[in-house]
């Protein structure tokens, strides 16, 4: 069975300064990896996901991951927040290969300050 | 293009109630589909997920069921809701395993459901 774990449950972070949200993830298989956005009272929106080739994926919004095999992590990157960010964000895994069924972490709350 | 619907937006149920949430996705024909359930502090929690119609598969043992009736609806149940039942309720679909659209391996998500239950 596959599960993930973000480590932070929440990241308070000035406006303009880097953010990193982690990410490790636990599957005897190969896995696709996703990060997604929530912002209040809505659902999921994809920012980014990993599925195999270059470990470093761009998403929208500014953010980009490196999926670490040795590691087992997939953690979440942007190099200058906006207060825009403010959201929760999920990191999810799913087996790269059988049923599709998408494994959630706990979220990290990002709150960035002006 | 896609879309998926979610209602209703907010529900407050007493008790011993019973619980109907639909789900429906346009645009598309045998979606994989998923309900979660969101509590404060705890993640996204998978509840069922369906790969067709009739076909449902329960990751939590609990006081909720799930249908899916039509290629392209999902139903969350309940006879009889419970406080613990209360939370943010997440209906999605995918595009189900078919290496043709294997760059589309996401999960899209309806807009949720908002359950009270006092």
């Known amino acids: 069975a596959q599960s993930v774990t973000q480590l932070d449950s929440q990241v308070p972070v000035f406006e303009e300064a880097p953010v990193e949200l982690r990410c490790n993830y636990s599957?005897?298989?190969?896995?696709?990896l996703f990060w997604y956005v929530q912002y209040p009272n809505q659902g999921l929106q994809l920012l980014l996901k990993?599925?195999?080739?270059?470990?470093l994926v761009k998403g929208i919004n500014g953010f980009e991951a490196e999926f670490n095999k040795s590691q087992t992590s997939f953690h979440l990157r942007k190099p200058s927040v906006h207060i825009s960010d403010t959201a929760e964000y999920f990191c999810?895994?799913?087996?790269?290969?059988?049923?599709?069924?998408?494994?959630f972490g706990t979220g990290t709350r990002l709150k960035v300050l002006a | 293009s896609q879309t998926i619907h979610q209602w209703p937006a907010t529900l407050v149920q007493p008790v011993g109630s019973p619980l109907s949430l639909e789900c429906t996705v346009e645009?598309?024909?045998?979606?994989?589909l998923y309900w979660y359930r969101q509590a404060a502090g705890r993640g996204l929690q998978l509840l069922f997920y369906?790969?067709?119609?009739?076909?449902i598969s329960s990751e939590v043992p609990q006081n909720l069921s799930a249908s899916r009736p039509q290629d392209r609806q999902f139903i969350l149940s309940s006879k009889k809701l419970l406080l613990s039942d209360s939370g943010f309720y997440l209906c999605a679909w995918g595009w189900g395993r078919n290496p043709v659209w294997a760059m589309n391996t996401e999960a899209f998500f309806g807009q949720g459901t908002r359950l009270t239950v006092v």
């Open positions: 599957s005897s298989v190969s896995v696709y």
């Open positions: 645009g598309t024909s045998n979606p994989n």
């Open positions: 990993y599925l195999s080739g270059s470990t």
């Open positions: 999810a895994v799913s087996k790269a290969s059988g049923t599709y069924k998408y494994i």
């Open positions: 369906s790969v067709g119609i009739g076909q």
